[in-house]
């Protein structure tokens, strides 16, 4: 019972979160702009994007760390270059007028770089969008009291840990990656807190950032609206805009 609650309210938190971020993206590109998929599989960004606002081909394109995911891309006729999200990003400054990342930031080694570099390839005006977890929560804070770590996995507090100290299953994809690899896509590397994100975002000349938060756990599902806009500093999904 316990178990299928928070199912629920982590299906509401993702689906709330993911589109307040699908609206902001298709906003930024009403006008015809072109944009930078960051993380983005195998192009699904796109296909979503050409059907729900007739996003033309040459005005997307994607990076994507997983190289079988990037020539299913290509196999589509979809742009999509295998690339790493940690080093310097090769695009010229003030190309794209949206570049956004959806549960990216936290798979990053680097994900400062990251930003850093989002905000030289916007071009004036243009949009950054952010989904990313918060580790300022009140369930982050009760896994630290009861002696766990506040993260997921592959990590050594893991449940598959205790079942394999070897390589874990951990995407939908059926890949396997070792636990310690350099950048495993399934594990939460560093995860910014709300008042981080927001004054780094600003502190790198982002104008208008907003942020928005969604699942304050383990509240009812009812209270979720009110209580994500009393207290967006403690819920579990981030979703941050801000402008060059």
Known sequence: MLKSYFTSLYQRTMTKAYGLASDEIKLSLADGGNCLDCG????????????????ERENYTGIEWEESL?????????????????????????????????????????????????????????????????ISTYFTAALILAGKMPSSGPHPDSDLLMKSEEVFKVSSEKLQWEAEAETPVHRHLIVFSYLVLRRYLQALGFNNVRGYGFGL???????????????PYHCHQMVFFGGK
């Open 40 to 55: 983005a599989g195998d192009g699904h960004w796109y296909e979503k994007l050409s059907q729900e606002i007739g996003l």
């Open 70 to 134: 990037a020539t299913k891309a290509k196999s589509k006729n979809i742009r999509v270059g295998q690339g790493d999200l940690n080093k310097k990003l090769e695009f010229d400054d003030n190309q794209f007028s949206c570049v956004f990342a959806l549960s990216v930031l936290e798979h990053l080694l680097r994900p400062c770089q990251f930003l850093r570099e989002s905000y030289r390839i916007l071009k004036p005006g243009g949009r950054i969008i952010l989904l990313t977890p918060n």
């Open 217 to 231: 756990y383990p509240f009812p599902i009812f209270m979720q609206p009110m209580l994500e806009k009393l207290d």
